[in-house]
């Protein structure tokens, strides 16, 4: 079994967070011991700036959630956040590997996260009938698009490869759905978390963790 590390950062300006800071993040995961596929793209070649673009116009038709960090919680933050599963099935073109690993491209920002929790996190990983994604919620939350739904960490996905291509398919349905109904865009870990309400039949495998290094070191424990 072979799997393949996805990451990728889009520049958004006036991000607290400086291009330089995410690049020097990002190139720590270079010196993981496993395959990276690591890529910069720009906001308006995004899926859902397009869509955004063609259904509605970039004309403020609509809202997006902002939370209590506006600066951060930008239209273009949102538009980032939901290119993960695109840059996913773009990875399944240029890489025959049987799983891809989403990692976020600051994920060392996060504490207690190093390369070796990381690369033993990727050896254990397994080819399962199920897209494995850490979240912090037990079932039974509530939410609304006010904050984010953190039933689902979002920095980190093991995904079949298989289930690649089935995942941002549904991903891209439920933003448009949820756009539609409501006029809102929000949180990638919010549409996540209402794709696995509205199709229990969706393969996603939740596992405790929270936004650190358990992340990864919990990933076993699932498997006892």
Request: glycine share 6%; with cysteine; aromatic share 14%.
């Amino acid at each position: 079994m072979t799997i393949a590390v996805v990451t990728a950062y889009v520049p958004i300006p006036g991000h607290p967070r400086s291009e330089a800071e995410y690049d020097a993040l990002g190139c720590q995961l270079l010196g993981l011991n496993h395959p990276v596929l690591r890529a910069k793209g720009d906001l308006k070649h995004c899926w859902l700036y397009q869509y955004i673009q063609e259904e509605y116009g970039m004309t403020g038709r609509f809202s997006y959630s902002v939370a209590d960090n506006p600066q951060k919680n930008s239209l273009g933050y949102h538009i980032v956040q939901a290119q993960k599963t695109e840059w996913l099935e773009i990875a399944t073109y240029v890489d025959h590997a049987d799983v891809f690993v989403w990692l976020d491209y600051g994920i060392f920002h996060l504490p207690g996260v190093t390369t070796e929790i990381i690369d033993a996190f990727l050896d254990r990983a397994e080819n399962e009938q199920a897209i494995a994604v850490p979240g912090c919620w037990d079932k039974g939350y509530t939410y609304d698009d006010t904050l984010p739904c953190w039933r689902f960490c979002g920095g980190v996905m093991v995904v079949p490869r298989d289930l690649v291509e089935p995942f941002n398919y549904n991903m891209k349905r439920e933003y448009a759905r949820w756009l539609g109904k409501t006029g809102n865009i929000s949180w990638e870990v919010n549409t996540l978390a209402r794709l696995e309400d509205h199709d229990p039949d969706f393969p996603v495998w939740w596992y405790k963790a929270d936004h650190d290094r358990t992340m990864f070191t919990n990933y076993q424990a699932m498997k006892s």
